[in-house]
C-alpha cells in the first residue's frame, strides 16, 4: 500500500528495460509514492525493451540518452529539470555490461578494449552521471544518488567476469563521490548489493538458474526479489535515510554474511 514517501519528489531513473528490469520496478513503486520522475536508456536499448509502455503508464517522460557521453548526461538533466519543474531529489543508476562476457571470452583471455568499454558503462558512466549533476547544479539539497551493484565486487565470481571489477570501482567512486556531494549539498550516495535477481540481463551470465538455487539456498531469509529491491529503494530516497551515505548495502536475504549452510549440503 502507498504511503507517500515519495510526495513532491523529482526523480531520475536509469536502465528500464522491460518487466523484469530492477529499474522497472523501481520506477512503479516510485511513482505509486508520489513522485514524478523521467526514465531514460541508451538509444540502442530503447529499441529492444519495452520502455515505452512503461513511460505512458507512468506518466513519465522518456529521454534517450547514452551514459558513456557527457553531453547526454548534460541534455538529460537539463530536460528532467524542465520536464518535471525543478531540481532533482534521486537518482538511480542501473546499468551494467560486459561485452567480454556477452561473447564469451574466458577472464583468462579477455578482450582489453572490450574490458574498457565494460568499466565505461558500467562504473565510469555512475562518475559521470554525478559530476554532471554536481556541474549543473542539478540536484536538491538532501537529495539521494543509488546505484545497483553486486558482492562479486568484494568476493570472487568466475562467471561473472571483469563485471566484478567494475562493480568495485562503482561502489569507491560511490564513496568518494559520496563525501564531495555530502559536504557540499547534504546529498547521499549510497550503492545497493543486491541478490542474484531474474532479469533479463541477469540470466544472460553463464550458469545463472544454477548459482541463483545456490544463492537462495545460503540466503537464510532467500534471495531479495526485484520488487523488494524496489521497496527498499524507495526507502533510500525517502526523508527517512538521511543521514545514510557512502555505504554499500546489501539486500541479499543475509547471503553476504553466510559461510555455509546445511541446506546447501542437503543435510
Known amino acids: 500500500m ?4 515519495l510526495a513532491g519528489k523529482r526523480g531520475v531513473i536509469f536502465g528500464a528495460l522491460d518487466d523484469k528490469s530492477i529499474a522497472w520496478k523501481v520506477a512503479e513503486r516510485c511513482v505509486e509514492e508520489g513522485a514524478r520522475i523521467t526514465l531514460t536508456n541508451a538509444p540502442v536499448a530503447l529499441r529492444f525493451g519495452q520502455i515505452n509502455e512503461l513511460g505512458e ?3 513519465a517522460e522518456i529521454i534517450p540518452a547514452d551514459a558513456t557521453l557527457v553531453e547526454d548526461m548534460e541534455k538529460l538533466f537539463q530536460q528532467s529539470m524542465d520536464v518535471l519543474g525543478g531540481k532533482i531529489d534521486f537518482v538511480l543508476h542501473s546499468i551494467g555490461m560486459s561485452l567480454n562476457v556477452r561473447k564469451g571470452r574466458e577472464y583468462t583471455d579477455l578482450n582489453y578494449e572490450w574490458m574498457q568499454k565494460s568499466f565505461d558503462i558500467s562504473s565510469i558512466s555512475f562518475h559521470k552521471m554525478m559530476q554532471t549533476l554536481w556541474k549543473l547544479d542539478a540536484m536538491n539539497d538532501w537529495g539521494s544518488i543509488l546505484a545497483l551493484t553486486y558482492i562479486a565486487s568484494q568476493r570472487v565470481f568466475p562467471d561473472y567476469s571483469e563485471m566484478a571489477e567494475s ?5 569507491s567512486f560511490a ?3 559520496g563525501y564531495h556531494y555530502g559536504i557540499s549539498k547534504k546529498v547521499r550516495v549510497n550503492t545497493i548489493s543486491q541478490s542474484p535477481t531474474m532479469t ?3 540470466s544472460g551470465v553463464k550458469g545463472f538458474d544454477e548459482f541463483f538455487g545456490y544463492a537462495d539456498k545460503m540466503s537464510p531469509l532467500g534471495n531479495a526479489s526485484a520488487d523488494a529491491c524496489a521497496n527498499y529503494c524507495v526507502v533510500m530516497f525517502s526523508d527517512f535515510t538521511r543521514s545514510v551515505t557512502m555505504q554499500n548495502l546489501y539486500h541479499d536475504g543475509g547471503f ?3 559461510g555455509m549452510s ?3 549440503l542437503g543435510l
Open 2 to 5: 502507498p504511503n507517500n514517501l
Open 57 to 59: 503508464r507512468l506518466n
Open 167 to 171: 562493480k568495485a570501482l562503482l561502489e
Open 175 to 177: 564513496r568518494s563521490f
Open 200 to 202: 533479463t540481463a541477469g
Open 256 to 258: 553476504s554474511s553466510m
Open 262 to 264: 546445511p541446506a546447501v
